[in-house]
Every structure is written in structure tokens, then in C-alpha cells.
């Protein structure tokens, strides 16, 4: 499986970017799908995780900010970013589990105050 993330960029505090993830595949059976990031010398955090069923769950530093979603038709995660802080700055990617765990190559986020 591979996942395509995009939508990262430059955007100032306060605001939004809404990132998304492709997978070549179905992923209507993918137990788990995610978003980490990670910012320099710091280890890779979760930051948002849905499952199959649309079950979801955030980091503490996210909730009531981002909000995560999937679109089994179009085989897509999406991060709805919001109130974005120059915390939130650090290269995201998108995870799936089906078995194995897959990763998507990375899109930076970058958030200026």
C-alpha cells in the first residue's frame, strides 16, 4: 500500500490548512488509519487516529482543533486543521494498518506567529 499525503504548507497562527492522504488501494478494511508528526529533535507523535468504523481519537495538544476523517470511496484520510499554533509546526504523515503498517512520505506544516 501507498499513501500520497499533501496539503502542507505556510500559514500564519490562527489559521487553517486541511491535509490530505491517498492510498493506492481501497481502504474500507483498514483497521487504523492516522496522522503523526514530528518536529525537529522531537519523537513522532500521534495526532489524530480513526478506524474503520469512524471511531476517532486525538492528541491532548489537538483536541477541539483538528478533526479527522476518511472517505472509504475516494480511499482518502483527510486533517482538518484548525486555530493553527506555531507548535503545530513539524512534518505530518499519514499511517494505515491492515495487517502491516504502512506510512505516507510526509508533508510539512509549517505555522508562523
Known amino acids: 500500500v501507498q499513501l500520497q499525503a499533501s496539503g502542507g504548507g505556510l500559514v500564519q497562527a490562527g489559521g487553517s490548512l486541511r491535509l490530505s492522504c491517498v492510498a493506492s488501494?481501497?481502504?474500507?478494511?483498514?483497521?487504523?488509519m492516522a496522522w503523526y508528526r514530528q518536529a525537529p529533535g522531537i519523537q513522532r507523535e500521534l495526532v489524530a487516529r480513526?478506524?474503520?468504523?469512524?471511531?476517532?481519537n486525538y492528541g491532548d495538544s489537538v483536541k477541539g482543533r483538528f478533526t479527522i476523517s476518511r472517505d472509504n470511496a475516494k480511499n482518502a484520510l483527510y486533517l482538518q486543521m484548525n486555530s493553527l499554533k506555531p507548535e503545530d509546526t513539524a512534518v505530518y504523515y499519514c499511517?494505515?494498518?491492515?495487517?502491516?503498517?504502512?506510512w505516507g512520505q510526509g508533508t510539512l506544516v509549517t505555522v508562523s506567529s
Open positions: 499511517n494505515a494498518e491492515h495487517y502491516s503498517t504502512y
Open positions: 488501494r481501497s481502504i474500507f478494511s483498514f483497521n487504523y
Open positions: 480513526i478506524t474503520s468504523g469512524g471511531t476517532t
